[in-house]
Every structure is written in C-alpha cells, then in structure tokens.
C-alpha cells in the first residue's frame, strides 16, 4: 500500500496520517516504544521488553542501546523499510520555530496541531497531528486535549523513558517523558 507523506524543506518528508489512521484527522494506533502492534493493556506487566521499570531486557543500561533497531520500528514493520519513527533530532527540527509554524486547530471537530513550513518553497506544505492522547493501561487519556509522539530515541539518564513530541493548546516541547510501556501515537518519517 502506497503511504502519503509532505515535504516540508527538512532532512526527512513526513507521513500524512499517523499509523492506523484513514484520514489525517484520525488517531490512529497507539503503541508503546519498541513494540510493533497495538494491544489492550499498556502496563509494565504487558511491555515486551521488560517487566517493570528496573527490569527492563532491551534498551536497558547494560547494552546501551539509544535508538530503535529496525525490528522494534513500528513504522518499518508496520509501513515497510522506507518508513521509520522519527529520531528526537528529526522532531528538533520540525518543533525549531524558524522551520515550521505550529498552530493549535481543529480540522473535522479533531483537535489538534497543523505544522506549516516556513522554508523558501514549501511555505504552502503542511502536516496535522491529531491531539490523539495516550494509552495508560486500558484507556485513553487526554484525546481531544494533548498530543503524545514517539521518537526512535531512549532517553539517556532514564532508561524506562523515551523521548517523544507532546503538546497541549499554546505549548510544544520534546523530552522525556514517556514512560516506555504507554501507549502514543506514531508520525512516520521517509
């Protein structure tokens, strides 16, 4: 299946949807960070590569692994090998207010971020994030009120956390508060 995707004048072109969606103002799927499916239970009992925070089996501080290999990429595996999650530098740059406008909106009744470039050339290219919230354990929280993205990147201090988007109506920020066993939405990147 062929993905849609916008070049906006950056490294990478962004995907028009999030994975799971069937219009730009869909959610979408939510996984957590290194897994490639969707499921029921976003807790540390259900996270695949670990039990809990301090028993972790991958991604962990004794291999030191900071970035998503290819098998653990829901955007590869899920959209096929041109496609990956962004890389915290990636997110950088679309967030980098010389490059892009970001503007809280509503498309549909969908609450969420258009992210317009701000580059020569492209000034007419823009993407939209639904504020898809998260999946704590088994339900959603803050859909229609907050946006929560992951990056390929592990939080370097906090090897429980990976960096991700999030935002909220007038706020956008990347860091590391994503507990990797919650469920949030994936922007694939070509």
Known sequence: MSREYVDLGLSVKWATMNIGADRITDHGDYFAWGETGTKDDYTWDAY?????????????????????ETADDAA??????????????????????????WEWT??????????????EGYTDQSIFLPAAGYYRSHAI????????YWSSSRNVPFADRAICL?????????????????????????
């Open 48 to 68: 695949q590569h670990g039990i809990s925070a301090d028993d972790l089996t991958k991604y962990n501080y004794e291999d030191n692994k900071l970035a998503l």
């Open 141 to 148: 929280e803050g859909a229609g009120a907050s946006g929560y």
């Open 166 to 190: 999030y935002f909220v109506p007038n706020f956008i920020g990347i860091g590391n508060n994503g507990f990797r066993n919650g469920g949030f939405s994936i922007r694939p990147v070509i």
């Open 76 to 101: 590869f595996v899920n959209w096929g090998r041109e496609w990956h999650i962004p890389t915290e530098a990636e997110w950088e740059e679309l967030c980098n207010r010389c490059n892009c406008i």
């Open 106 to 119: 509503s498309i549909d009744d969908t609450p969420g971020c258009r992210v317009t470039s701000k580059k």
